[in-house]
């Protein structure tokens, strides 16, 4: 499996952007998703999943403001972030999980990682 990260740039504090990453394979679906996130100097961390059945878990820094889903038709995962603030800059990660269980994922359990797409919010 391939993941392309896409959908990063420099953003001001308060805007948004979307991310997306397409997969390659027929077995898209079967797969838990999820973005991580590496910011300079610290290590990386997840920031949302969903796994094969729909379901979704964020950390809490991105609860209410970033929102996950898939489009398994496109082989797709998406990840729309609003009210960026400048802690939010990093280069975010693709990952997916070929068991499908977004708990793994998030435990950092990744079979497959995307080459990453950096986030800059400036302040």
């Known amino acids: 499996v391939q993941l392309q990260a896409s959908g990063g740039g420099l953003v001001q504090a308060g805007g948004s952007l979307r991310l997306s990453c397409a997969a390659s394979g027929r077995t898209f679906s079967s797969y838990a998703m999820g973005w991580f996130r590496r910011a300079p100097g610290k290590e990386r961390e997840f920031v949302a999943g969903i796994s094969r059945s729909g379901g979704i878990t964020y950390a809490d820094s991105a609860k209410g403001r970033f929102t996950i889903s898939r489009d398994n038709a496109k082989n797709t995962v998406y990840l729309p972030m609003n009210s960026l603030k400048p802690e939010d800059t990093a280069v975010y990660y693709c990952?997916?999980?070929?068991?499908?269980?977004?708990?793994?994922?998030?435990?950092?359990?990744?079979?497959?990682w995307g080459q990453g797409t950096q986030v800059t919010v400036s302040s």
């Open positions: 990952a997916a999980r070929s068991s499908g269980s977004v708990t793994a994922l998030r435990a950092g359990a990744v079979d497959y």
